[in-house]
T-cell receptor, first 111, second 114 residues
Framework: DAKTTQPTSMDCAEGRAANLPCNHS???????VYWYRQIHSQGPQYIIH???NNETNEMASLIITEDRKSSTLILPHATLRDTAVYYC????????????FGKGTLLTVNP | KAGVTQTPRYLIKTRGQQVTLSCSPI?????VSWYQQTPGQGLQFLFE???????NKGNFPGRFSGRQFSNSRSEMNVSTLELGDSALYLC?????????????FGSGTQLSVL
């Protein structure tokens, strides 16, 4: 799986949009970009995933650059409950059965 | 639809003992995978089961094993426990384990080895 690079931590004001970047410059054409988040001592929660096109669901939006080497997760109106570690994961190819987690970004939403 | 259920939620064992953890996937999901999470190593893949067969395995010693039953429920076993096995063990399920499928995680079993 391609390696991902994320900032270690970010802050966001409550009610504002949170934009979490991720670099995946070695991504292959058939690999998906996934985002999960984890609140302390709970299981990771699926947020969104995409291949080439931008995606939006009830939780977030995923913007993937045209060359697919980076992406941004957008939480449109962050709340205190969005404080968590966010993982950007590239999945597919020969190891499609697993997720390879990096260290993620600790997003802290401040009141 | 019920989510992924893991039991027990907490477990305390001593070195040398063995432990069995249980995971019930979402109904209809046939792929079950297991992960270990520690503060030092983060989340690491243990193995994945599909249709009662171990399909893939991570880099863990043979003390870590698992199985899957015909109803897709899975168990994970760790024998001869070591202090370093203290971790949060997470189970995840998906329909068939394909790369475009979401994985749904349970709340995990927190294992403490004393």
């Amino acid at each position: 799986d391609a390696k991902t690079t994320q900032p270690t931590s970010m802050d966001c004001a409550e009610g504002r949009a949170a934009n979490l970047p991720c670099n995946h410059s070695t991504i292959s054409g058939n690999e998906y970009v996934y985002w999960y988040r984890q609140i302390h001592s709970q299981g990771p929660q699926y947020i969104i995933h995409g291949l080439k096109n931008n995606e939006t669901n009830e939780m977030a939006s995923l913007i993937i650059t045209e060359d697919r080497k980076s992406s941004t997760l957008i939480l449109p109106h962050a709340t205190l409950r969005d404080t968590a570690v966010y993982y950007c994961i590239v999945r597919g190819g020969g190891s499609n059965y697993k997720l390879t987690f990096g260290k993620g970004t600790l997003l802290t939403v401040n009141p | 639809k019920a989510g992924v259920t893991q039991t027990p939620r907490y477990l305390i064992k001593t070195r040398g003992q063995q432990v069995t953890l249980s995971c019930s996937p979402i109904s209809g999901h046939r792929s079950v995978s297991w992960y270990q999470q520690t503060p030092g190593q983060g989340l690491q893949f243990l193995f994945e089961y599909f249709s009662e067969t171990q399909r893939n395995k991570g880099n863990f010693p043979g003390r870590f094993s698992g199985r899957q039953f015909s109803n897709s429920r899975s168990e994970m076993n760790v024998s001869t426990l070591e202090l370093g096995d203290s971790a949060l063990y997470l189970c995840a399920s998906s329909l068939d384990g394909k790369p475009n499928e979401k994985l749904f995680f349970g709340s995990g079993t927190q294992l403490s080895v004393l």
